[in-house]
Every structure is written in C-alpha cells, then in structure tokens.
Nanobody, 127 residues
Framework: QVQLVESGGGVVPPGDSLRLSCTFS????????VGWFRRAPGKEREFVAT????????SYADSVKGRFTISRDSAKSTIYLQMDSLRPEDAARYYC????????????????????WGQGTQVTVSS
C-alpha cells in the first residue's frame, strides 16, 4: 500500500523558515515525479514545486521561486520543502504528491496528474 506522510508544518512569523518532509512508502518512487501543492482556505489547490526523482531536476511556482527549495533523500525515500522568507500568503495546507514519470511541463504542475497524495500539513504564517 502506497503511503505518503507529511510533517513539519507549524506556526511561524513572517520572514521565518520551515522545512516540510514527506516520506514515501509502499513502492519505489525513483522513477516518479514528486511535488508539493498547497490549498489555502477558500482557494483552489495550487502548484508549489515539483521534482523528477531520478535526476533531481526541480521547478517552482513563480510565487515561491527563490524562497522555497524542493529536494530529496533517496536513502530515506523522503522529499523536503525548505521554505524561507515565509509570507502571510504562504499560509495553507501543504500536500506532497507522486506520479509516474511526467515529462510534460504542463502535467508536472497539474494536480490532476498526480496519483498519490499525503494527508497534508498545516503552515500558518502570522505575527
């Protein structure tokens, strides 16, 4: 059974940092595309970052580029989202996701293309 388990959310003031983790189990994700999405109250789920596990190539939403970094630790079957310079508008529930290899850039940022999802972890940015 495939499971994705996120952790690392919390409450931080603007300008602070958080690191989210997502551990994959139940199969090998070495050929998968993995990513982070988020949903704020009253808003649609939106793409944050994605990573091709096999080569480590990453891409980001414009709103987080330069502030967030996605990475993976293959030995731990875990991906991370390092979030720096957090802003109030970054507050949301963050979800990790996995999909069989996606080569189309449009698919990589489309949540509908992802097969596996975690339960999410809440990030609150407030002074």
């Amino acid at each position: 059974q495939v499971q994705l388990v996120e952790s690392g959310g919390g409450v931080v003031p603007p300008g602070d940092s958080l690191r989210l983790s997502c551990t994959f189990s139940g199969r090998s994700f070495s050929t998968y595309t993995v990513g982070w999405f988020r949903r704020a109250p009253g808003k649609e789920r939106e793409f944050v970052a994605t990573l091709l596990w096999s080569v480590g190539a990453a891409s980001y939403a414009d709103s987080v580029k330069g502030r967030f970094t996605i990475s993976r630790d293959s030995a731990k079957s875990t991906i991370y989202l390092q979030m720096d310079s957090l802003r109030p508008e970054d507050a949301a529930r963050y979800y990790c996701a996995g999909a069989r290899y996606l080569s189309n850039p449009g698919s990589m940022i489309d949540s509908a293309a992802y097969e596996y999802w975690g339960q999410g972890t809440q990030v609150t940015v407030s002074s």
